[in-house]
């Protein structure tokens, strides 16, 4: 086993919904991680839309590649499927959530110096109903983060509440305004820390991320992690192979964990598809600026 969590970071995991821990991917691994984003990024020059790998700053041009999202890249590259099972990630993971382990879903966000977009507050939880929240997402920090650059906000204790309504004019958006609603975010803590560290992150815990107003990017390698009793309410990824082949420690069941959690479903679908950043574009009002908003701002 590599990395062995402390009884604190274990209880605080439970306790606040999340909890960083540093030095999880070697030096040579984090230099792979990122020779192969590069190359992956670089790819991007002379698309000039959306498509089931690439997700898209509005500013985006295919002469000046601007990507916000690399979704699923365990689908198109192995490098980042056998990622996603090494056991430096899932021996701790384990930890948290048990033995028997699967992928549910998995991106990389990309938060470009001083333009690299916001991501409204929201819950996992909204997108992916589970018959229990054994549910978790890693986030490898490809890049040092710290406050300018636009770390993971994220309100501790909000894992424990309510399922709030992540949809606006009747549709689906994958997100909600917390002042709306009354939920006191100024409290909410920023997840920094040095390139190679690992947040993990809670189905339900309440979170988001700001504007990046600093110099430096921010790249941020998600994988969502569920126990293996944890099945999915709203969509399974694939046919039961495919769902099968998700499996990356441990023993696979047909038998659900049914656990007593709130739900609330997905749909209607948002009206506008794709990534969460697309979905987010429902919404009916949005708590963090934008790069277009700055521009406004200056003119």
Request: net charge negative.
């Amino acid at each position: 086993m590599g990395i062995k969590l402390t009884d604190e970071q274990i209880t605080k995991y439970h306790d606040d919904g999340y909890v960083v821990v540093e030095g999880v991917l070697s030096p040579e691994k984090l230099n792979e991680l990122r020779a192969q984003t590069d190359t992956i990024i670089a790819g991007a020059s002379g698309v000039s839309q959306n498509n089931d790998l690439y997700d898209l700053e509005d500013s985006h041009r295919p002469d000046n590649p601007r990507v916000r999202r690399i979704k699923e890249p365990y689908n198109h590259v192995p490098y980042f499927w056998d990622l996603c099972r090494d056991p430096d990630i899932t021996d701790i993971v384990a930890q948290l959530i048990g033995p028997d382990i699967r992928v549910y879903g998995g991106k990389m966000n990309i938060k470009a110096a001083s333009y690299g977009a916001p991501v409204e507050w929201h819950q996992d939880w909204a997108f992916y109903p589970h018959t229990n929240d054994d549910v978790l997402a890693t986030g490898i920090l490809l890049d040092d983060c710290d406050e300018s650059n636009g770390p993971l906000l994220m309100v501790p204790g909000s894992h424990k509440g309510p399922v709030y309504d992540h949809h606006s004019d009747g549709c689906f958006c994958g997100a909600f305004d917390p002042t709306s609603i009354g939920l006191d975010v100024s409290g909410a803590h920023k997840l920094t820390a040095p390139a190679g560290s690992m947040t993990i992150h809670h189905v339900r815990a309440v979170h988001g991320s700001a504007l990046n107003t600093g110099n430096r990017q921010r790249r941020l390698l998600l994988t969502e992690y569920a126990a293996a009793d944890a099945w999915p309410l709203a969509k399974m990824k694939g046919d039961f192979n495919a769902w099968e082949a998700r499996m990356v420690r441990g023993k696979s069941t047909t038998m659900p964990r049914m656990a007593n959690v709130p739900i609330r479903m997905p749909f209607p679908d948002a009206k506008s598809q794709g990534s969460i950043y697309e979905n987010q574009k429902g919404t009916a009002s949005r708590f963090f600026k934008t790069f277009e908003d700055t521009i406004e701002a200056a003119e």
